[in-house]
């Protein structure tokens, strides 16, 4: 049957189910203004991303503590691939917000989830120590895992607060972790990443890319403590939200039949090593005063594509922000973004020679007046024969 409660999902409810108590009810309020960060991160994605650090989880402790078990395929790609890995413990938790909170959870339908439910579903962790194949098939499977949470090694508990990854037991379980990988709520990006670099976490974490041009991401990055990972395929990531998910979508960003939305602005951050993070990138353009024009209020070359950083100018230049996917620290150094090192135009141009709005780089036309560029980061190349 579809609820109404539960946003149209598809799902039957427990026997007792409709005891609500207070905090069942200020959880559905939380749930519903929370329905913004709700954005369910497709297995595929996390494969594809996942492949690129396999020996760096080998023996590590991994917390998910943005993930719904029952939602989250970081849960399930950790228990499914948990003696693929070597993982030494998996650790996720649920938060209270979260819209399915309130629904069933076939897959761990046992009964210390049972007694959760009788507790009016409160936010819980499950942690797991071990996994073992036991229809001898030869894989750790869904059915495997679902055996060994009904035993005592693998421990389903109630937490004491809501699971805000803010919290103090869920901040306990993050000092505890030593990799923690999820897709945090989109709108908590900067204080998630706050927090884990306050606890010095390795981390594997999804956000948007807009991210980058604030200052407190922005200098991690320049400082080599946040890189971007391998990214999604072509760049489009594609993100499943709750059923009846009532906001508005541009054009092209919502598929009715699949259910998905697609952003193409979204990506992985971390700071375990990413093999693509020591390629060179191959240099073949060369520089010219003509082809690569300085800006107005800022004194570098403007390059208006990755691929044509040339091979032989040694000052700084300006690159769009999509340069830190290919970002080697061996070849480039990073000085700094066009949003905290460029000149205000007023200083430099008479009023109506230039669009205004923000801190950017500005390129001038020829005719007296100037082009307003899109961000751009400041590199500069670290050796010559770097090319
Ligand atoms: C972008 S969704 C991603 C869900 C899941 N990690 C995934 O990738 O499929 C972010 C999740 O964080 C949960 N969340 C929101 N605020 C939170 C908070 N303060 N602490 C922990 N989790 C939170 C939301 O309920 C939501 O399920």
């Not at 996720?92 to 439910?117: H, K, N, R, W």
């Amino acid at each position: 049957m579809y609820c109404s409660t539960c946003f149209g999902t598809k799902h039957a409810h427990r026997a007792g189910a409709g005891r609500k108590s207070r905090m069942a009810t200020s959880t559905l309020t939380r749930a519903k203004k929370n329905r913004a960060d709700e954005f369910y991160t497709q297995m595929p994605d996390i494969e594809a991303e996942l492949r690129h650090y396999r020996s760096q989880f080998e023996g590590k402790s991994v917390l998910c503590n943005c993930d719904d078990p029952y939602e989250s395929n970081f849960f399930r790609y950790f228990a499914l691939n948990f003696n693929y890995l070597g993982l030494r413990k998996l650790v996720a938790t649920c938060y209270a917000g979260s819209s399915v909170m309130q629904t069933e959870l076939p897959l761990f339908d046992i009964p210390s989830v049972a007694e959760a439910d009788a507790a009016a579903r409160l936010p819980y962790k499950i942690e797991i120590s071990e996994v073992v194949d036991t229809n001898a098939d030869g894989a750790a499977d869904l059915v495997d895992v679902a055996h060994l949470l009904r035993s005592r090694k693998n421990v389903l508990t109630i937490l004491e607060g809501d699971g805000d990854f803010r919290s103090p037991e869920c901040v306990e379980l993050m000092k505890q972790a030593d990799i923690v990988v999820t897709n945090p709520p989109f709108s908590l990006f900067r204080e998630f990443m706050a927090q884990l670099m306050a606890l010095d976490k390795k981390f594997l974490i999804i956000g948007s890319k807009n991210a980058i041009t604030y200052l407190d991401i922005f200098s991690l990055i320049k400082e080599d403590k946040l890189w971007m990972g391998h990214g999604f395929p072509n760049g489009n990531a594609f993100f499943r939200v709750p059923d009846a998910y009532d906001r508005e979508w541009a054009a092209g960003v919502f598929d009715q039949t699949t259910g998905l939305v697609k952003f193409r602005n979204v990506s992985w951050f971390t700071n375990l090593d990413v093999s693509k993070r020591h390629e060179f990138l191959t240099l073949y353009r060369n520089y010219t005063p003509e082809e690569y024009p300085r800006y107005a209020n800022y004194d570098a070359i403007e390059v208006s594509k990755v691929s044509e950083i040339p091979c032989d100018y040694d000052g700084e230049m300006g690159v769009p922000i999509t340069f830190l996917d290919k970002y080697n620290p061996d070849q480039f150094e990073i000085i700094g973004s066009s949003r905290f090192l460029g000149r205000p135009m007023s200083e430099i141009a008479p009023k109506g020679t230039y669009v205004a709005g923000g801190i950017r780089f500005y390129l001038p036309k020829g005719d007296g007046t100037y082009r307003r560029l899109y961000d751009r980061i400041v590199i500069r190349r670290k050796k010559r024969s770097a090319k």
